[in-house]
């Protein structure tokens, strides 16, 4: 049991997490703590001097939004807090984006509330929860020679540069994305010049060539 421990819940939509707060409550013994991450809101967290875990909504409908909030929680630099995705879909690009040693595991939408207590317990018992394809993806890209699974949070997009990165892999110039963004062409140059850092790559064709093999 988690008796003591804190499990923070965020998202932008407070309201609905408060059957799950409540289950978790009252199946794991821990303490649970709602934190509101609409526009203009930052998440407030809980947790105890050992450890914590935050439970992240992934706002499928909402690219980036969730990879966001992960880079809010992080800067608060708490070693002792580890992250959970819930509300995925199956074979997201969520699932590319993320993984160990903070990241824990993934909840799928439609997972029972008994199965998301379980997964809980076992994350604070130090171990993983997340589908073996991922395991198996995340052991695979850790091997010499590869590439490694984006982690950091430098090596994060935001929800704007994942914006421009999906219009660059449609073949849209710089004067189309300012355009279709409201934004100047310099902008554009320098978010698409931060898309290039984050990813280690040279040109367009590069960042496109990435984002064909990492987030479909």
């Known amino acids: 049991m988690l008796a ?17 707060a409540s289950h978790l409550v009252n199946t794991t013994g821990g303490r649970c703590h709602i934190t509101d991450c609409s526009p203009g809101q930052s998440p407030t967290l809980k947790f105890n001097t050992k450890t914590g875990l935050v439970l992240i909504d992934s706002m499928e409908d909402q690219p ?5 909030i992960l880079l809010q929680c992080r800067k608060s630099d708490k070693k002792q807090l580890n992250y959970a995705f819930f509300n995925a879909d199956p074979n997201s690009r969520l699932e590319k984006l993320v993984a160990p040693p ?7 939408k439609g997972t029972s509330n ?6 809980v317990l076992a994350i604070f018992n130090g171990e ?3 589908p ?12 010499p020679g590869s590439e490694k699974f984006i982690k950091k949070e430098h090596d994060i997009l ?3 540069e994942m914006e421009i990165l999906n219009l660059l892999s449609t073949g849209a110039k710089n004067t189309d994305i300012a355009e279709q963004l409201c934004l100047s062409v310099h902008t554009i140059k320098t978010h698409i010049y931060h898309i290039y850092k984050k990813l280690d790559v040279s040109n367009r064709t590069q960042a496109v ?7 479909c």
Request: no cysteine; charged share 25%.
């Open 4 to 20: 003591g421990r804190w499990i923070t819940i965020v998202g932008s939509n407070p309201k609905e997490y408060e059957a799950i």
């Open 114 to 119: 008994e199965q998301f207590a379980k997964g």
């Open 102 to 108: 903070d990241i824990r595991g993934i909840f799928y």
């Open 132 to 143: 073996r394809r991922v395991i198996a993806r995340y052991l695979i890209n850790q091997a």
């Open 158 to 160: 935001t929800n704007r």
């Open 64 to 68: 980036g939004k969730a990879l966001d």
């Open 128 to 130: 993983l929860w997340f």
């Open 209 to 215: 060539n990435w984002a064909s093999n990492n987030l």
